[in-house]
RNA sequence: UGGGAGGUCGUCUAACGGUAGGACGGCGGACUCUGGAUCCGCUGGUGGAGGUUCGAGUCCUCCCCUCCCAGCCA
């Protein structure tokens, strides 16, 4: 079988996403030659600044592909931008066999007819207007100074079909599609023909895209049809939704991955998230690209969308750290919470980071509690600690006098003393030593608290103020 | 409105036409001492109505719901 060539061709107008993310992740996985273009054909929107991220972005996830640009600088071999010249010869060789015509009507008039086609119950297509021009009309015009967008002639009577290794067989007549645009008015080339095209001259034999572009793909095999280029298999994967059932965008609480990255999420816990939205695997444990990449069936992929759920990412991030090594894990703590942490106590630090944290910020929060004397508690936790009475607190600096390195001892000695046991007996201490009524066990605590600030803390309950 | 795709526990995901199972969450228990640790358990679902069949999540018909395309966005 000869290799599978995907690609990945986002258009730099904004930073990835949590749904392109997984588009990309998928295509990397579902092929064997991995391709990344660069689909910079909306100068208004487009940004260099956003190629750059997304390519950071990309890298960060582990992908990588064996084609396309390492960086922001346009290339003509990746950047639509730069590949005018080979899209004029398409354009031409269409016109010169009449299946595209200059189309002169404005953006405010296909406007004014979409609405109109719309509430009255029709559907909004293009009306052919210009469909039927003499060459004459169209100098005439071209001589008044009006600009013209090239439409692509859609054959009516033609029924296109495919097979969809997502959805299986698909049929399209030609008569619901009206003529599209597939060269804008300033120029530049619309979505509809430079991808298809791309994808032909760039071998990609698996376009793999969201269902979003599903009703899309028989205006791109025309389009190939018509000037002779081979087409890829089309795999429409399904889309992620957010919780109101609407995919996933910015208002229903997608992430970019830069976000995500700065948060602290490992790239794992994302692209294990990603990977397995829509898709089974056998193994319930956290897997590396290359055993995702192993098990991926595109066959496997689910039909339905999904629903993009924070308690999913956050289990997936829960296995990435526990599974970090001490080496990664102290890297991803922040540089203010590495620089809290006394080199005698990095490991229970992280063994405890491992156990408690999701994110570097909780880390941070704990290495306050444990290394700094900036502990603040709130009404609700210090009412917990008082609650024990004094004595209590008393009995617990005579028993850490007496056991200062055995937590065992010192429980045993506190108990002895205060005759507390059981949640009364550990609560208030967690909330007087810590000023939280949960977190890391209590022994570890003991342990890695200095003395003073250690016998400073019980201290603080020993005069009940009024 | 036309065309297209989809609908299994709250969420993700399994089930040659043959016991609807797993994971996450939630809840509960255990850990002769805390829990956000750990271990164990429980909860809960085939959108609806018919039909075919010994047997239907799966096949058929109708209905309902959701999403996508119908952009000089991609």
Same mark, same amino acid.
């Given at each position: 079988?000869?290799?599978?060539k995907t ?8 930073l ?11 295509? $990397?996985? &579902? ?29 960060w996830?582990?992908l990588d ?6 960086? *922001? ?14 899209y004029?010869n !398409? ?11 200059p189309c002169?009507?404005t ?5 004014? #007819? ?5 509430s ?5 297509? !293009?009306?052919?207007?210009c469909?039927h021009? #003499? ?6 015009k071209?001589?008044?100074?009006? $600009?013209?967008t %090239? ?16 959805? &299986? ?10 003529d599209?645009i ?7 080339p ?12 760039m071998?990609?034999?698996?376009? %793999?895209? &969201?269902?979003?572009h ?10 190939l ?5 081979p087409?890829?298999? !089309? *795999?429409?994967?399904s ?14 609480? #997608?992430r ?12 794992? +816990?994302?692209v ?13 444990? %956290? ?5 995702l ?13 999904a ?9 997936w ?25 006394p ?7 992280l063994?405890?980071v ?21 502990l ?5 936790? +210090?009412?917990?600690?008082?609650? $024990? ?23 045993? &000695? ?17 909330a007087?030593l ?11 605590? !003991?342990?890695?608290?200095?003395k ?15």
């Amino acid at each position: 079988m000869p290799p599978i060539k995907t690609r990945f061709a986002p258009s730099p107008t904004g930073l990835i996403h949590l749904g392109n993310a997984r588009t990309a992740l998928l295509s $990397a996985l &579902g092929g064997d030659v991995f391709v990344l273009r660069i689909e910079d054909t909306d100068l208004e929107r487009s940004r260099a600044e956003f190629v750059a991220e997304l390519i950071d972005d990309l890298r960060w996830l582990g992908l990588d592909w064996q084609e396309g640009p390492r960086s *922001a600088e346009p290339d003509p071999r990746w950047y639509q931008s730069q590949r005018g010249e080979i899209y004029a010869n !398409y354009y031409q060789l269409l016109e010169e066999k009449n299946l595209a015509y200059p189309c002169f009507c404005t953006p405010l008039e296909l406007e004014v #007819s979409r609405r109109t086609q719309l509430s009255s119950g029709r559907p909004p297509r !293009y009306s052919g207007r210009c469909a039927h021009l #003499s060459a004459e009309e169209i100098q005439r015009k071209r001589d008044e100074g009006l $600009a013209a967008t %090239l439409r692509f002639r859609v054959p009516k009577d033609r029924v296109v079909e495919f097979e969809d290794e997502v959805r &299986g067989p698909q049929h399209f007549a030609g008569e619901d599609i009206g003529d599209f645009i597939i060269r804008r008015a300033d120029g530049s080339p619309a979505f509809f023909f430079c991808n298809a095209i791309d994808d032909a001259l760039m071998g990609i034999t698996r376009v %793999l895209r &969201g269902e979003d572009h599903l009703a899309n793909t028989p205006r791109q095999l025309m389009i190939l049809a018509a000037l002779d280029l081979p087409t890829p298999r !089309y *795999a429409h994967i399904s889309l992620i939704v957010g919780d109101d059932g609407a995919p996933l965008s910015k208002r229903n609480g #997608s992430r970019s991955i830069k976000q995500l990255r700065e948060e602290g999420y490992f790239p794992e +816990a994302v692209v294990n998230m990603l990977a397995r939205l829509g898709h089974h695997y056998d193994s319930e444990e %956290l897997l590396g690209l290359t055993a995702l990449r192993a098990g991926f069936d595109i066959r496997r992929l689910g039909r339905s969308p999904a629903r993009f759920d924070v308690s999913h990412l956050d289990h997936w991030q829960s296995l990435a750290v526990r599974g970090a090594n001490d080496d990664a894990l102290w890297h991803w703590l922040h540089t203010e919470t590495r620089a809290m942490v006394p080199a005698a106590h990095r490991a229970d630090f992280l063994d405890i980071v491992r156990s408690n944290c999701l994110f570097p910020k909780q880390a941070d929060a704990w290495a306050r509690i444990l290394f700094t004397d900036e502990l603040e508690l709130t009404a609700d936790i +210090a009412a917990v600690a008082q609650s $024990a009475g004094e004595a209590f607190y008393l009995a617990a600096i005579d028993a850490a006098t007496e056991s200062p390195d055995d937590f065992a001892a010192f429980l045993t &000695g506190l108990k002895r003393r205060s005759g507390a046991k059981g949640k009364h007996l550990f609560l208030p201490l967690r909330a007087a030593l810590t000023g939280c009524l949960d977190g890391p066990e209590l022994a570890k605590i !003991y342990q890695i608290l200095d003395k003073p600030r250690l016998h400073r803390r019980l201290a603080e309950f020993t005069y009940e103020s009024e």
